[in-house]
């Protein structure tokens, strides 16, 4: 452990290291590199939910000016990764086969990819698009969750392994809850909604020579789909290359290699030309995955003066019929409060549908609606106020591993958040509260998710100017990565932030994991420091060996730069390092350093956590809902980017209020078909509907969770925001709204 | 490629001319939503005339009336002070529809002429009469929480999506067109029409004609009136319901009222029963419930959408009371 790292100076809010690139349209995203004879492909979606192509005419298409292929699997190319039958590499791994595009003639769900036309500019690839004519064979489809509820089953990964986080947990009495003194049960329901970040997904693959393929592609992992293509194409990792330098919001899309990639890199070696394929908003709805409409119910039990006795929670997630989606919907159920008997069922319902990703807080932000919302209708029938609920519920170890917390300061952000929303306002009784017409709530929810760490590798480099140079094969999906961890570097270095770069988003860089389940500044934020501190090393290696004998017992920790000159301890070294790398005759020194999670992870639960506060305002007549203000607290360990960090939260909390009222991607199941797939029509968050958002972080590291102090924040930015709002709705009207979103037409 | 002719017309005989002898040929002056159609396959005109150039953005006072050139920007209509001034219900309704952005590039006359936004019409793989007549209607026994309970079809359900018109309805507006043979006027509540067996036909406007202006005659309900609009998010959304409310008051009795409202109905819909209701009445909570009951007779409710029958009166109250300061 590194406790001297947090003696040195604090980290202090930074502007984005990338934030001018980005507002002067300099950043290069996946569709912008502007490769010579580049063509540029167009994918037409099948027009039902169930069954096969009876024959496809592209006669019109291929006959149209510019048009240079019209591809599906009457003519693809054969992936050599489809054979041997059965088995299409993906990491990371889902249960069952992703869909292999152009493969054959059968329809999985609707608007599954089935032709891609190639041109010579995009519109004449449109418009080939649109000549296409697709006959079918017609099968009766399935996609209604709810009405096929009874076909819901427990995952493989479960059936194998009853130690698998979706498999059947109990613990305590079987008949705890039957035998509670208060009881409450409730079912919950959230409906299918899509990622929509604001950059489309896009790729253009390119053919370097036959063996050698090079994808700028929107991805939240180089390495992951370096792989899966060398995979997929069979061919040497090194041959194949991934460049993701700049992402426009991923939100979890991005976690997965999607069929649309496949098409693109078919595409480009049946054209011979790099070929660019960007999905339309409608696509986005329909082929690179969403969060799974899931249903839950909730027994709890508890007894009159407000201790949990009982949570029986079950869930029932949509996935499709080739792959099987899990999430961590029950987890948190639990490890969250001190009941002594829990009961989780996870279950999943194949449908006709494409198969989902995770999205941003994936599962926890599901299973934390019902269960925050059971939470608040406990509270509530017991008559006690609903934070007091929680914190008689406290625990102090986590019951689910049976093992101490690395940190938790859940008792810290409850504090701070009753005094920032104004909680001594609110009123126990619902309604009670009134601003002229308005009714007025206050509601809060918990979230929780896994400090998550993988291995990861930092290359650096320090040269005689004193610039800081490191990379990194890590994405940045918009949440400040290069900031982050510039200012980790800054703070271990004493080199000024605007003397570090830190290039990230090829796969020729070392090796990173994905940017995803928060892991990234606890994953890749070690590897930065363990390269700085190597660095560190060598000179004081090299200034010993030049006779300098204040360095002789040095350690890493001892040195930092202020300015040119070398510190130690504190005070001069008397050399700068210029002196150094001449004096040894070198430009520069350079050090790659790989981090891993340790044994820490075998005795402690690790958890970061957030807390969520809402006051809204509900219309008695319209049913309108207006969000006037949401306090966003988390005990997320040390925040190496104050600024960055709290746009996460801003960025989630809106998100939040995206589920709480707005977000529902409608779909007709007589048609399998969405109904609500633009943004007209799939309602997210716009300015108005924005709050003043207010953000507090306990900001203490966690050491046993990694060398930075870091438990990871991207998701539980967005975790108990939605039952948080969904409870005020209920202390404003009475009105407890159990299916989201919370629309006007539900509370009149 | 989709080939279409792209030509310029200057005047509004220019315009009219160049539509005459051309089948399936379209004004284009914002082009914010016929562009979109245009993308998605809905629409493919064989000629756009531009009319950008054509001189009808002014607004202007004349003898008991106040005249809004076709081409007027939604934004500048807003933001006049004549209209601030003498018609803030009109104001209001286009501060509450689409985005500053959109307004900003939308005219008054493509926004009479916007077509539905349901979600069947812009689906090429749905049935949708007012697309492809014949195919049937999807939103009937589909996913209609969006659609019309008054004046609706067996062939169409789709609402017009206009805050704007509803004001304009409400204000006795009149629409002064021009044709081949010249000008004329229609009734702006004559100006949409409901689907009956020609969903495809969202108005009156005969071939070649073009609008160019709307006219509304001074009236004394400037101070006095509200346009409530309620969706599913607080902007940038379209209406569940919306209601135009303007009332004459003299001190607490009812002289005037107008009311009509959006989200409702295949065009704007005036409630010319319910203003009767209020005519010398005081104004009151419950004179405005009786009104409201009135006024959502005949309302129809399909699977979807049967909360528009709580929520229709409640908006009509709620917008009556804001436009007589009873909140």
Known sequence: ?748 | MIQFQYERAATTKAAVSALVNSSNAKFIAGGTNLVDLMKRNITAPTKLVDINQVPLKDIQQQNGKISIGALALNSRVAEHKLIIEKHPLLSQALNAGASPQIRNMATVGGNMMQRTRCHYFYDTALPCNKREPGSGCGALEGLNRMHAVFGTSEQCIAVHPSDMCVALVALDATVLVAGPKGERRIPFEEFHRLPGKQPEKDNTLQNNEMIVSVEIPDNAFSKNSHYMKVRDRASYAFALVSVAAALNMDGKIIKEARLAMGGVAHKPWRLKEAEKALIGKTASEETFRQAAEIAMQGAKAYKYNAFKLKLGPNVIVEALKNAADLV
């Open chain 1, 1 to 748: 452990m590194n406790e001297a790292f947090f003696d040195k100076k604090e980290y202090k809010p930074l502007d984005r290291v990338d934030g001018r690139l980005k507002v002067t349209g300099a950043a290069q995203y996946s569709a912008e590199y502007p490769l010579p004879n580049m063509a540029y492909a167009v994918l037409v979606g099948s027009r039902i939910a169930k069954g096969t192509i009876k024959s496809i005419d592209t006669k019109a298409a291929e006959r149209a000016p510019g048009v240079l292929a019209v591809i599906s699997h009457m003519n693809a190319i054969k992936v050599p990764g489809y054979q041997p039958k059965g088995e299409h590499p993906s990491e990371p791994s889902t249960n069952g086969q992703p869909l292999r595009v152009f493969f054959d003639n059968k329809i999985y769900s609707n608007d599954q990819p089935i032709v891609a036309v190639v041109a010579v500019s995009l519109e004449k690839a449109q418009h080939g698009a649109s000549l296409v004519k697709v006959q079918y064979n017609k099968e009766q489809h399935q996609t209604d969750l709810e009405a096929n509820a009874k076909a819901a089953k427990l995952p493989e990964a479960a059936k194998k392994n009853p130690k698998s986080p979706t498999a059947d947990y109990d613990r305590g009495q079987k008949d705890a809850f039957e035998n509670s003194a208060v009881k409450i049960e409730a079912e919950y329901v959230l409906p299918t909604e899509m990622h929509n970040p604001m950059e489309l997904q896009a790729i253009i693959a390119h053919w370097e020579a036959d063996d050698k393929l090079t994808v700028y592609d929107k991805v939240q992992g180089t390495k992951m789909t370096q792989k899966n293509f060398a995979k997929e194409w069979n061919l040497p990792e090194e041959n194949v290359k991934c460049i993701t330098t700049f992402v426009g919001g991923a939100f979890g899309n991005g976690l997965h290699n999607w069929p649309h990639e496949t098409a693109a890199i078919i595409a480009a070696k049946q054209v011979k030309r790099p070929v660019k394929l960007v999905l339309t908003r409608e696509q986005m709805f329909t082929m690179v995955g969403y969060r799974p409409r899931t249903w839950q119910k909730i027994q709890m039990g508890a007894t009159q003066d407000g201790k949990l006795v009982a949570i029986n929670h079950e869930s029932i997630g949509q996935t499709s019929t080739y792959e099987e989606f899990t999430e961590s919907t029950l987890q948190q159920t639990r490890m969250m409060y001190a009941s002594p008997n829990v009961s989780t069922r996870y279950r999943i319902l194949p449908l006709n549908v494409a198969t989902p990703i995770w999205m941003r807080g994936p599962g926890e932000a599901t299973g934390a609606f019902g269960l925050e919302s059971a939470m608040d209708e406990m509270a509530h029938v017991i008559g006690m106020d609903p934070i007091d609920f929680r914190l008689a519920n406290y625990t102090e170890s986590d019951p689910d591993k049976k093992m101490p917390w690395s940190t938790k300061y859940m008792r810290e952000c409850y504090e701070e958040g009753k005094k920032r929303i104004g909680w001594e306002n609110r009123k126990l009784k619902p309604g009670e509260v009134r601003d002229g017409e308005w009714l007025v709530g206050y509601g809060m929810g918990t979230g929780t998710f896994g400090a998550n760490r993988s291995s990861a590798t930092v290359h650096a480099e320090l040269n005689k100017e004193g610039n800081l140079i490191m990379h990194c094969a890590i994405t940045d999906i918009g949440p400040g990565t290069g900031t982050a961890m510039v200012q980790i570097a800054s703070n271990a270095t004493g080199i000024p932030t605007e003397k570090i770069t830190f290039h990230l988003g090829s796969s020729e860089f070392p090796n990173a994991g994905l940017q995803g389940g928060s892991s990234t500044v606890n994953s890749v934020g070690p590897a930065v420091l363990s390269a700085c501190n190597a660095l560190k090393e060598q000179l004081i290696t090299m200034a010993a060996a030049k006779g300098n004998a204040a360095f002789n017992s040095a350690k890493a920790d001892d040195l930092m730069f202020d300015k040119n000159e070398l510190q130690l301890g504190g005070k001069s070294a008397k050399t700068t390092l210029a002196d150094l790398f001449k004096q040894n005759n070198i430009e520069k020194i350079e050090t790659t350093k790989e981090s891993k999670p340790d044994e820490n992870r075998t005795k402690y639960s690790m958890y970061a956590f957030s807390m969520h506060f809402a006051k809204v305002h509900v219309h008695p007549f319209t049913g309108q809902v207006r969000v006037k203000k949401i306090v966003c607290c988390a005990d997320a360990g040390t925040i190496v980017s104050p600024k960055t960090a709290a746009s996460q939260m801003i960025g989630g909390a809106t998100g939040g209020i995206g589920m709480a009222l707005t977000e529902d991607a409608v779909m007709d199941h007589r048609f399998g078909r969405y109904v609500t797939k633009d943004l007209a029509d799939y309602h997210m968050p716009v300015h108005a509907d924005v709050p003043d958002i207010d953000v507090y972080f306990v900001n203490k590291p966690d050491l046993l969770a990694d060398p930075v102090g870091s438990k990871g924040l991207g998701e539980i930015a967005i975790i108990g925001v939605a039952p948080a709002i969904a409870n005020a709705v209920f202390n404003a009207t009475g009105k407890r709204i159990r299916e989201l979103p919370i629309t006007p037409d539900k509370l009149i």
